[in-house]
Structure formats: C-alpha cells, structure tokens
C-alpha cells in the first residue's frame, strides 16, 4: 500500500524559497497523480498543485502559479514543490497526496495523504 512522507519544511524569511520533498513507499509512485495541498492556521485545505503520474500534466492553483513548481522524479519515488517568493500567507502545513487510480490525470481528487510538513514565513 502507497504510503507519503513530506519533508523539506522549516521557518524562513519573506522572499526566501524552499523545496518541499514528497517520497513514496509500499508501491511506486510512477503509476500516481500526486498533489500538495496545504492548510494554514484555522482554514480548510487549499490545493496547490499536482502532476500527472508520467509527468506531462501540471496543475497550479492560480494564486501560486508564477512562484510554485510540482515536478517528480520517478526513478527516485520523490515528488517536489519548489516554493518561491514566500509570503506570510503561504505558512501552512503542506501534504503531499495521491489519487490511488492508476494513471489518471490531476483533478479527480485524493484519498492517500502523508502527514505534512510545515512551513512558517516570518522575519
């Protein structure tokens, strides 16, 4: 069974990046829609992303598109999100999700969740 764990979290100033890592385990990742979806402090979840299993699809909420990048490395079982220019708002807990349909494209939703890392942007 696909299991999820995010890392790549941590404080870091307004302006300043990070890159959140997505790894799989119990199945290859290759054959899953991975999203990331993130939940800040008294607010429901908000999607931000998601690439199709071979990669070819990517999808961007329209408030993080421009500063966010999904991308995946298959031989590896890791999927990333390079977040850029982070502002105050973007803290959150991101988790890293799969749609457990084999080879669908994004868009269909998520029922295999990892437990979330947690970005703060502060000075």
């Known amino acids: 069974q696909l299991q999820l764990v995010e890392s790549g979290g941590g404080l870091v100033q307004p302006g300043g990046s990070l890159r959140l890592s997505c790894a799989a385990s119990?199945?290859?990742?290759?054959?899953?829609?991975i999203g990331w979806v993130r939940q800040a402090p008294g607010k429901g979840r908000e999607g931000v992303a998601c690439?199709?299993?071979?990669?070819?699809?990517?999808t961007y909420s329209e408030r993080m598109k421009g500063r966010f990048t999904v991308s995946r490395d298959n031989a590896k079982n890791l999927v990333y999100l390079e977040a850029n220019s982070l502002r105050p708002e973007d803290t959150a807990v991101y988790y890293c999700?799969?749609?457990?349909?084999?080879?669908?494209?994004?868009?269909?939703?998520?029922?295999?969740w990892g437990q979330g890392t947690q970005v703060t942007v502060s000075s």
């Open positions: 999700a799969a749609d457990s349909v084999p080879f669908r494209l994004c868009g269909y939703g998520y029922d295999i």
């Open positions: 690439i199709s299993a071979s990669g070819g699809d990517k």
């Open positions: 119990g199945s290859a990742l290759d054959r899953y829609a």
